[in-house]
């Protein structure tokens, strides 16, 4: 190597990359850069992403406000970067009234000058962050009318009021595709009102809402939705899906007393999640599963095992079900007893699988007391086309062993049985290099490799 590239340093290095590597920066770690060189200068503000978050000013001790700091930094970098086109403008803040008109500020920046294509606001960040002495204040009150001067294509709301104008259902926002609301107040009214005013709406995200008794989204456009924490309001009685596109459905940890869907034909990828915890919430899981009738060409479906407390239910699937078209099944399982008849019990319904993820389920309370016939009953698993079995956090249990020696007796097309190693501590978890089990003629070596 000559002298000439030993001496080389960063600011030899063209723009184009330079830019590329203060992408990956926080922008106050991006504009602090300026004081490198000249030629550093200037690059923060070429920046398509800017991302301000109130976690990049350490929290004082003994508490105190740095508020102030944050909003100043945030208003001089505004000011300083020229009005051209970015990509994202991210904001993570604590929010009190008396910075209403900075942050209003900042979203008419974002919006109508920077010309954002993607927009998140995020008032909630951490638990620690919100002081309990501090005296209660109301959200951000997000204004949404703001929208109609901009491009913003993909939304992400935590912690706002959300206000509609009047004629929302009108506006025709159609940059908007994509949306995700984040503890916000809605009313039964408002989700129809937001899906007639952005016309090309592909994806919906509700998390820790509040304020429905009866959710209806209808849409010919939406292709995903995912709906998480809706476990507030004995009222809420009926969740209705109409949505003849939607390719992808999740539920986590939803409590409607009634699902109900309609076109389900396209439905593609389907997750649900829900506390396993018996009584009223196995009770949610099964009403959720009993949609997959509604929706016979999934292929990528994430549940729970709960599948041997459904089947022996009064009111299980009709005998002739099958889910014929699920090659990819992430399950959420233990490997008892009481987990591998449920196990089975799936695969059955699930005769052209392909790949089985398997995920740790924490229980919350003990499994079930089984039937004497089913103490020791002799589980076989019926998957004639399985080929890969993936165990993420693999811990070594006699349970888990003896699951991996039945997988390898009656695997008959299963070619690769994939571990992923786990260590608990009481504080940590630690991860170990995948062990891959791949079939043999006759046997199934063991080798030590990527999956």
């Not at 995200?205 to 998480?228: T, Y």
């Not at 939803?254 to 829900?274: D, M, P, R």
């Not at 399982?333 to 089975?344: E, F, V």
Request: some cysteine; proline content about 6%.
């Amino acid at each position: 190597m000559d002298a000439t590239a030993m001496n080389r340093n960063l600011n030899d290095l063209p723009d184009d990359i330079l830019l590329h590597i203060l992408t990956f920066f926080p922008t106050l770690d991006a504009v602090q850069t300026s004081l490198i060189s000249r030629k550093w200068r200037p690059l923060w503000s070429r920046l398509r992403f800017l991302k301000f978050s109130y976690e990049d000013f350490p929290l004082n001790e003994p508490p105190s406000d740095n508020r102030d700091s944050f909003a100043e930094f945030v208003d001089r970098a505004l000011i300083l970067r020229p009005h051209s086109p970015i990509q994202v403008f991210s904001l993570s803040f604590i929010y009190h009234d008396r910075f209403n008109f900075h942050v209003d500020s900042w979203v008419r920046c974002a919006v109508t000058h920077l010309q954002a294509r993607e927009l998140h606001l995020d008032f909630f960040i951490h638990r620690e962050y919100h002081r309990t002495g501090e005296t209660f204040h109301r959200n951000y009150d997000f204004p949404f009318a703001v929208l109609r001067n901009g491009v913003v294509g993909v939304l992400k709301l935590t912690r706002v009021d959300l206000t509609l104008p009047a004629s929302v259902a009108t506006m025709g926002l159609t940059s908007l595709s994509s949306l995700y609301l984040d503890e916000v107040y809605l009313t039964d009214q408002m989700v129809p009102d937001l899906i007639s005013g952005c016309p090309n709406l592909d994806e919906l995200e509700l998390q820790h809402c509040w304020g429905m008794e009866k959710l209806k989204i209808c849409s010919k456009r939406l292709k995903k939705l995912a709906l998480g924490y809706f476990y507030d309001c004995d009222c809420r009685n009926t969740i209705e899906i109409d949505c003849p596109n939607l390719w992808f459905l999740k539920f986590d940890c939803c409590s409607f007393t009634q699902f109900v869907l309609k076109n389900g034909s396209c439905l593609v990828e389907f997750h649900i999640a829900i506390v396993h915890k018996r009584g009223e919430y196995y009770d949610l899981w099964s009403k959720v599963v009993k949609l997959l009738v509604q929706a016979p060409h999934v292929k990528h479906l994430n549940v729970q095992n709960w599948w041997l407390k459904f089947v022996i239910s009064k009111d299980p699937f009709p005998k002739s079900f099958k889910l014929h078209n699920v090659s990819l099944l992430e399950l959420q399982t233990g490997y008892t007893q009481y987990d591998l008849i449920g196990m089975a019990a799936l695969l059955e319904l699930c005769p052209n699988l392909e790949t089985m993820i398997l995920h740790y389920l924490h229980k919350i309370e003990e499994d079930e007391s089984l039937p004497e016939e089913l103490l020791n009953y002799p589980v076989k698993l019926n998957m004639p086309s399985l080929k890969h079995v993936k165990m993420l956090a693999f811990t070594g249990t006699e349970d888990e062993h003896n699951f991996v020696t039945m997988l390898k007796k009656q695997g008959v097309s299963l070619q690769k049985i994939t571990l992923f190693p786990v260590k608990i501590d009481e504080n940590s978890c630690h991860q170990y290099p995948p062990v891959v089990l791949r079939r043999k003629p006759r046997e199934c070596a063991v080798t030590e490799s990527s999956p």
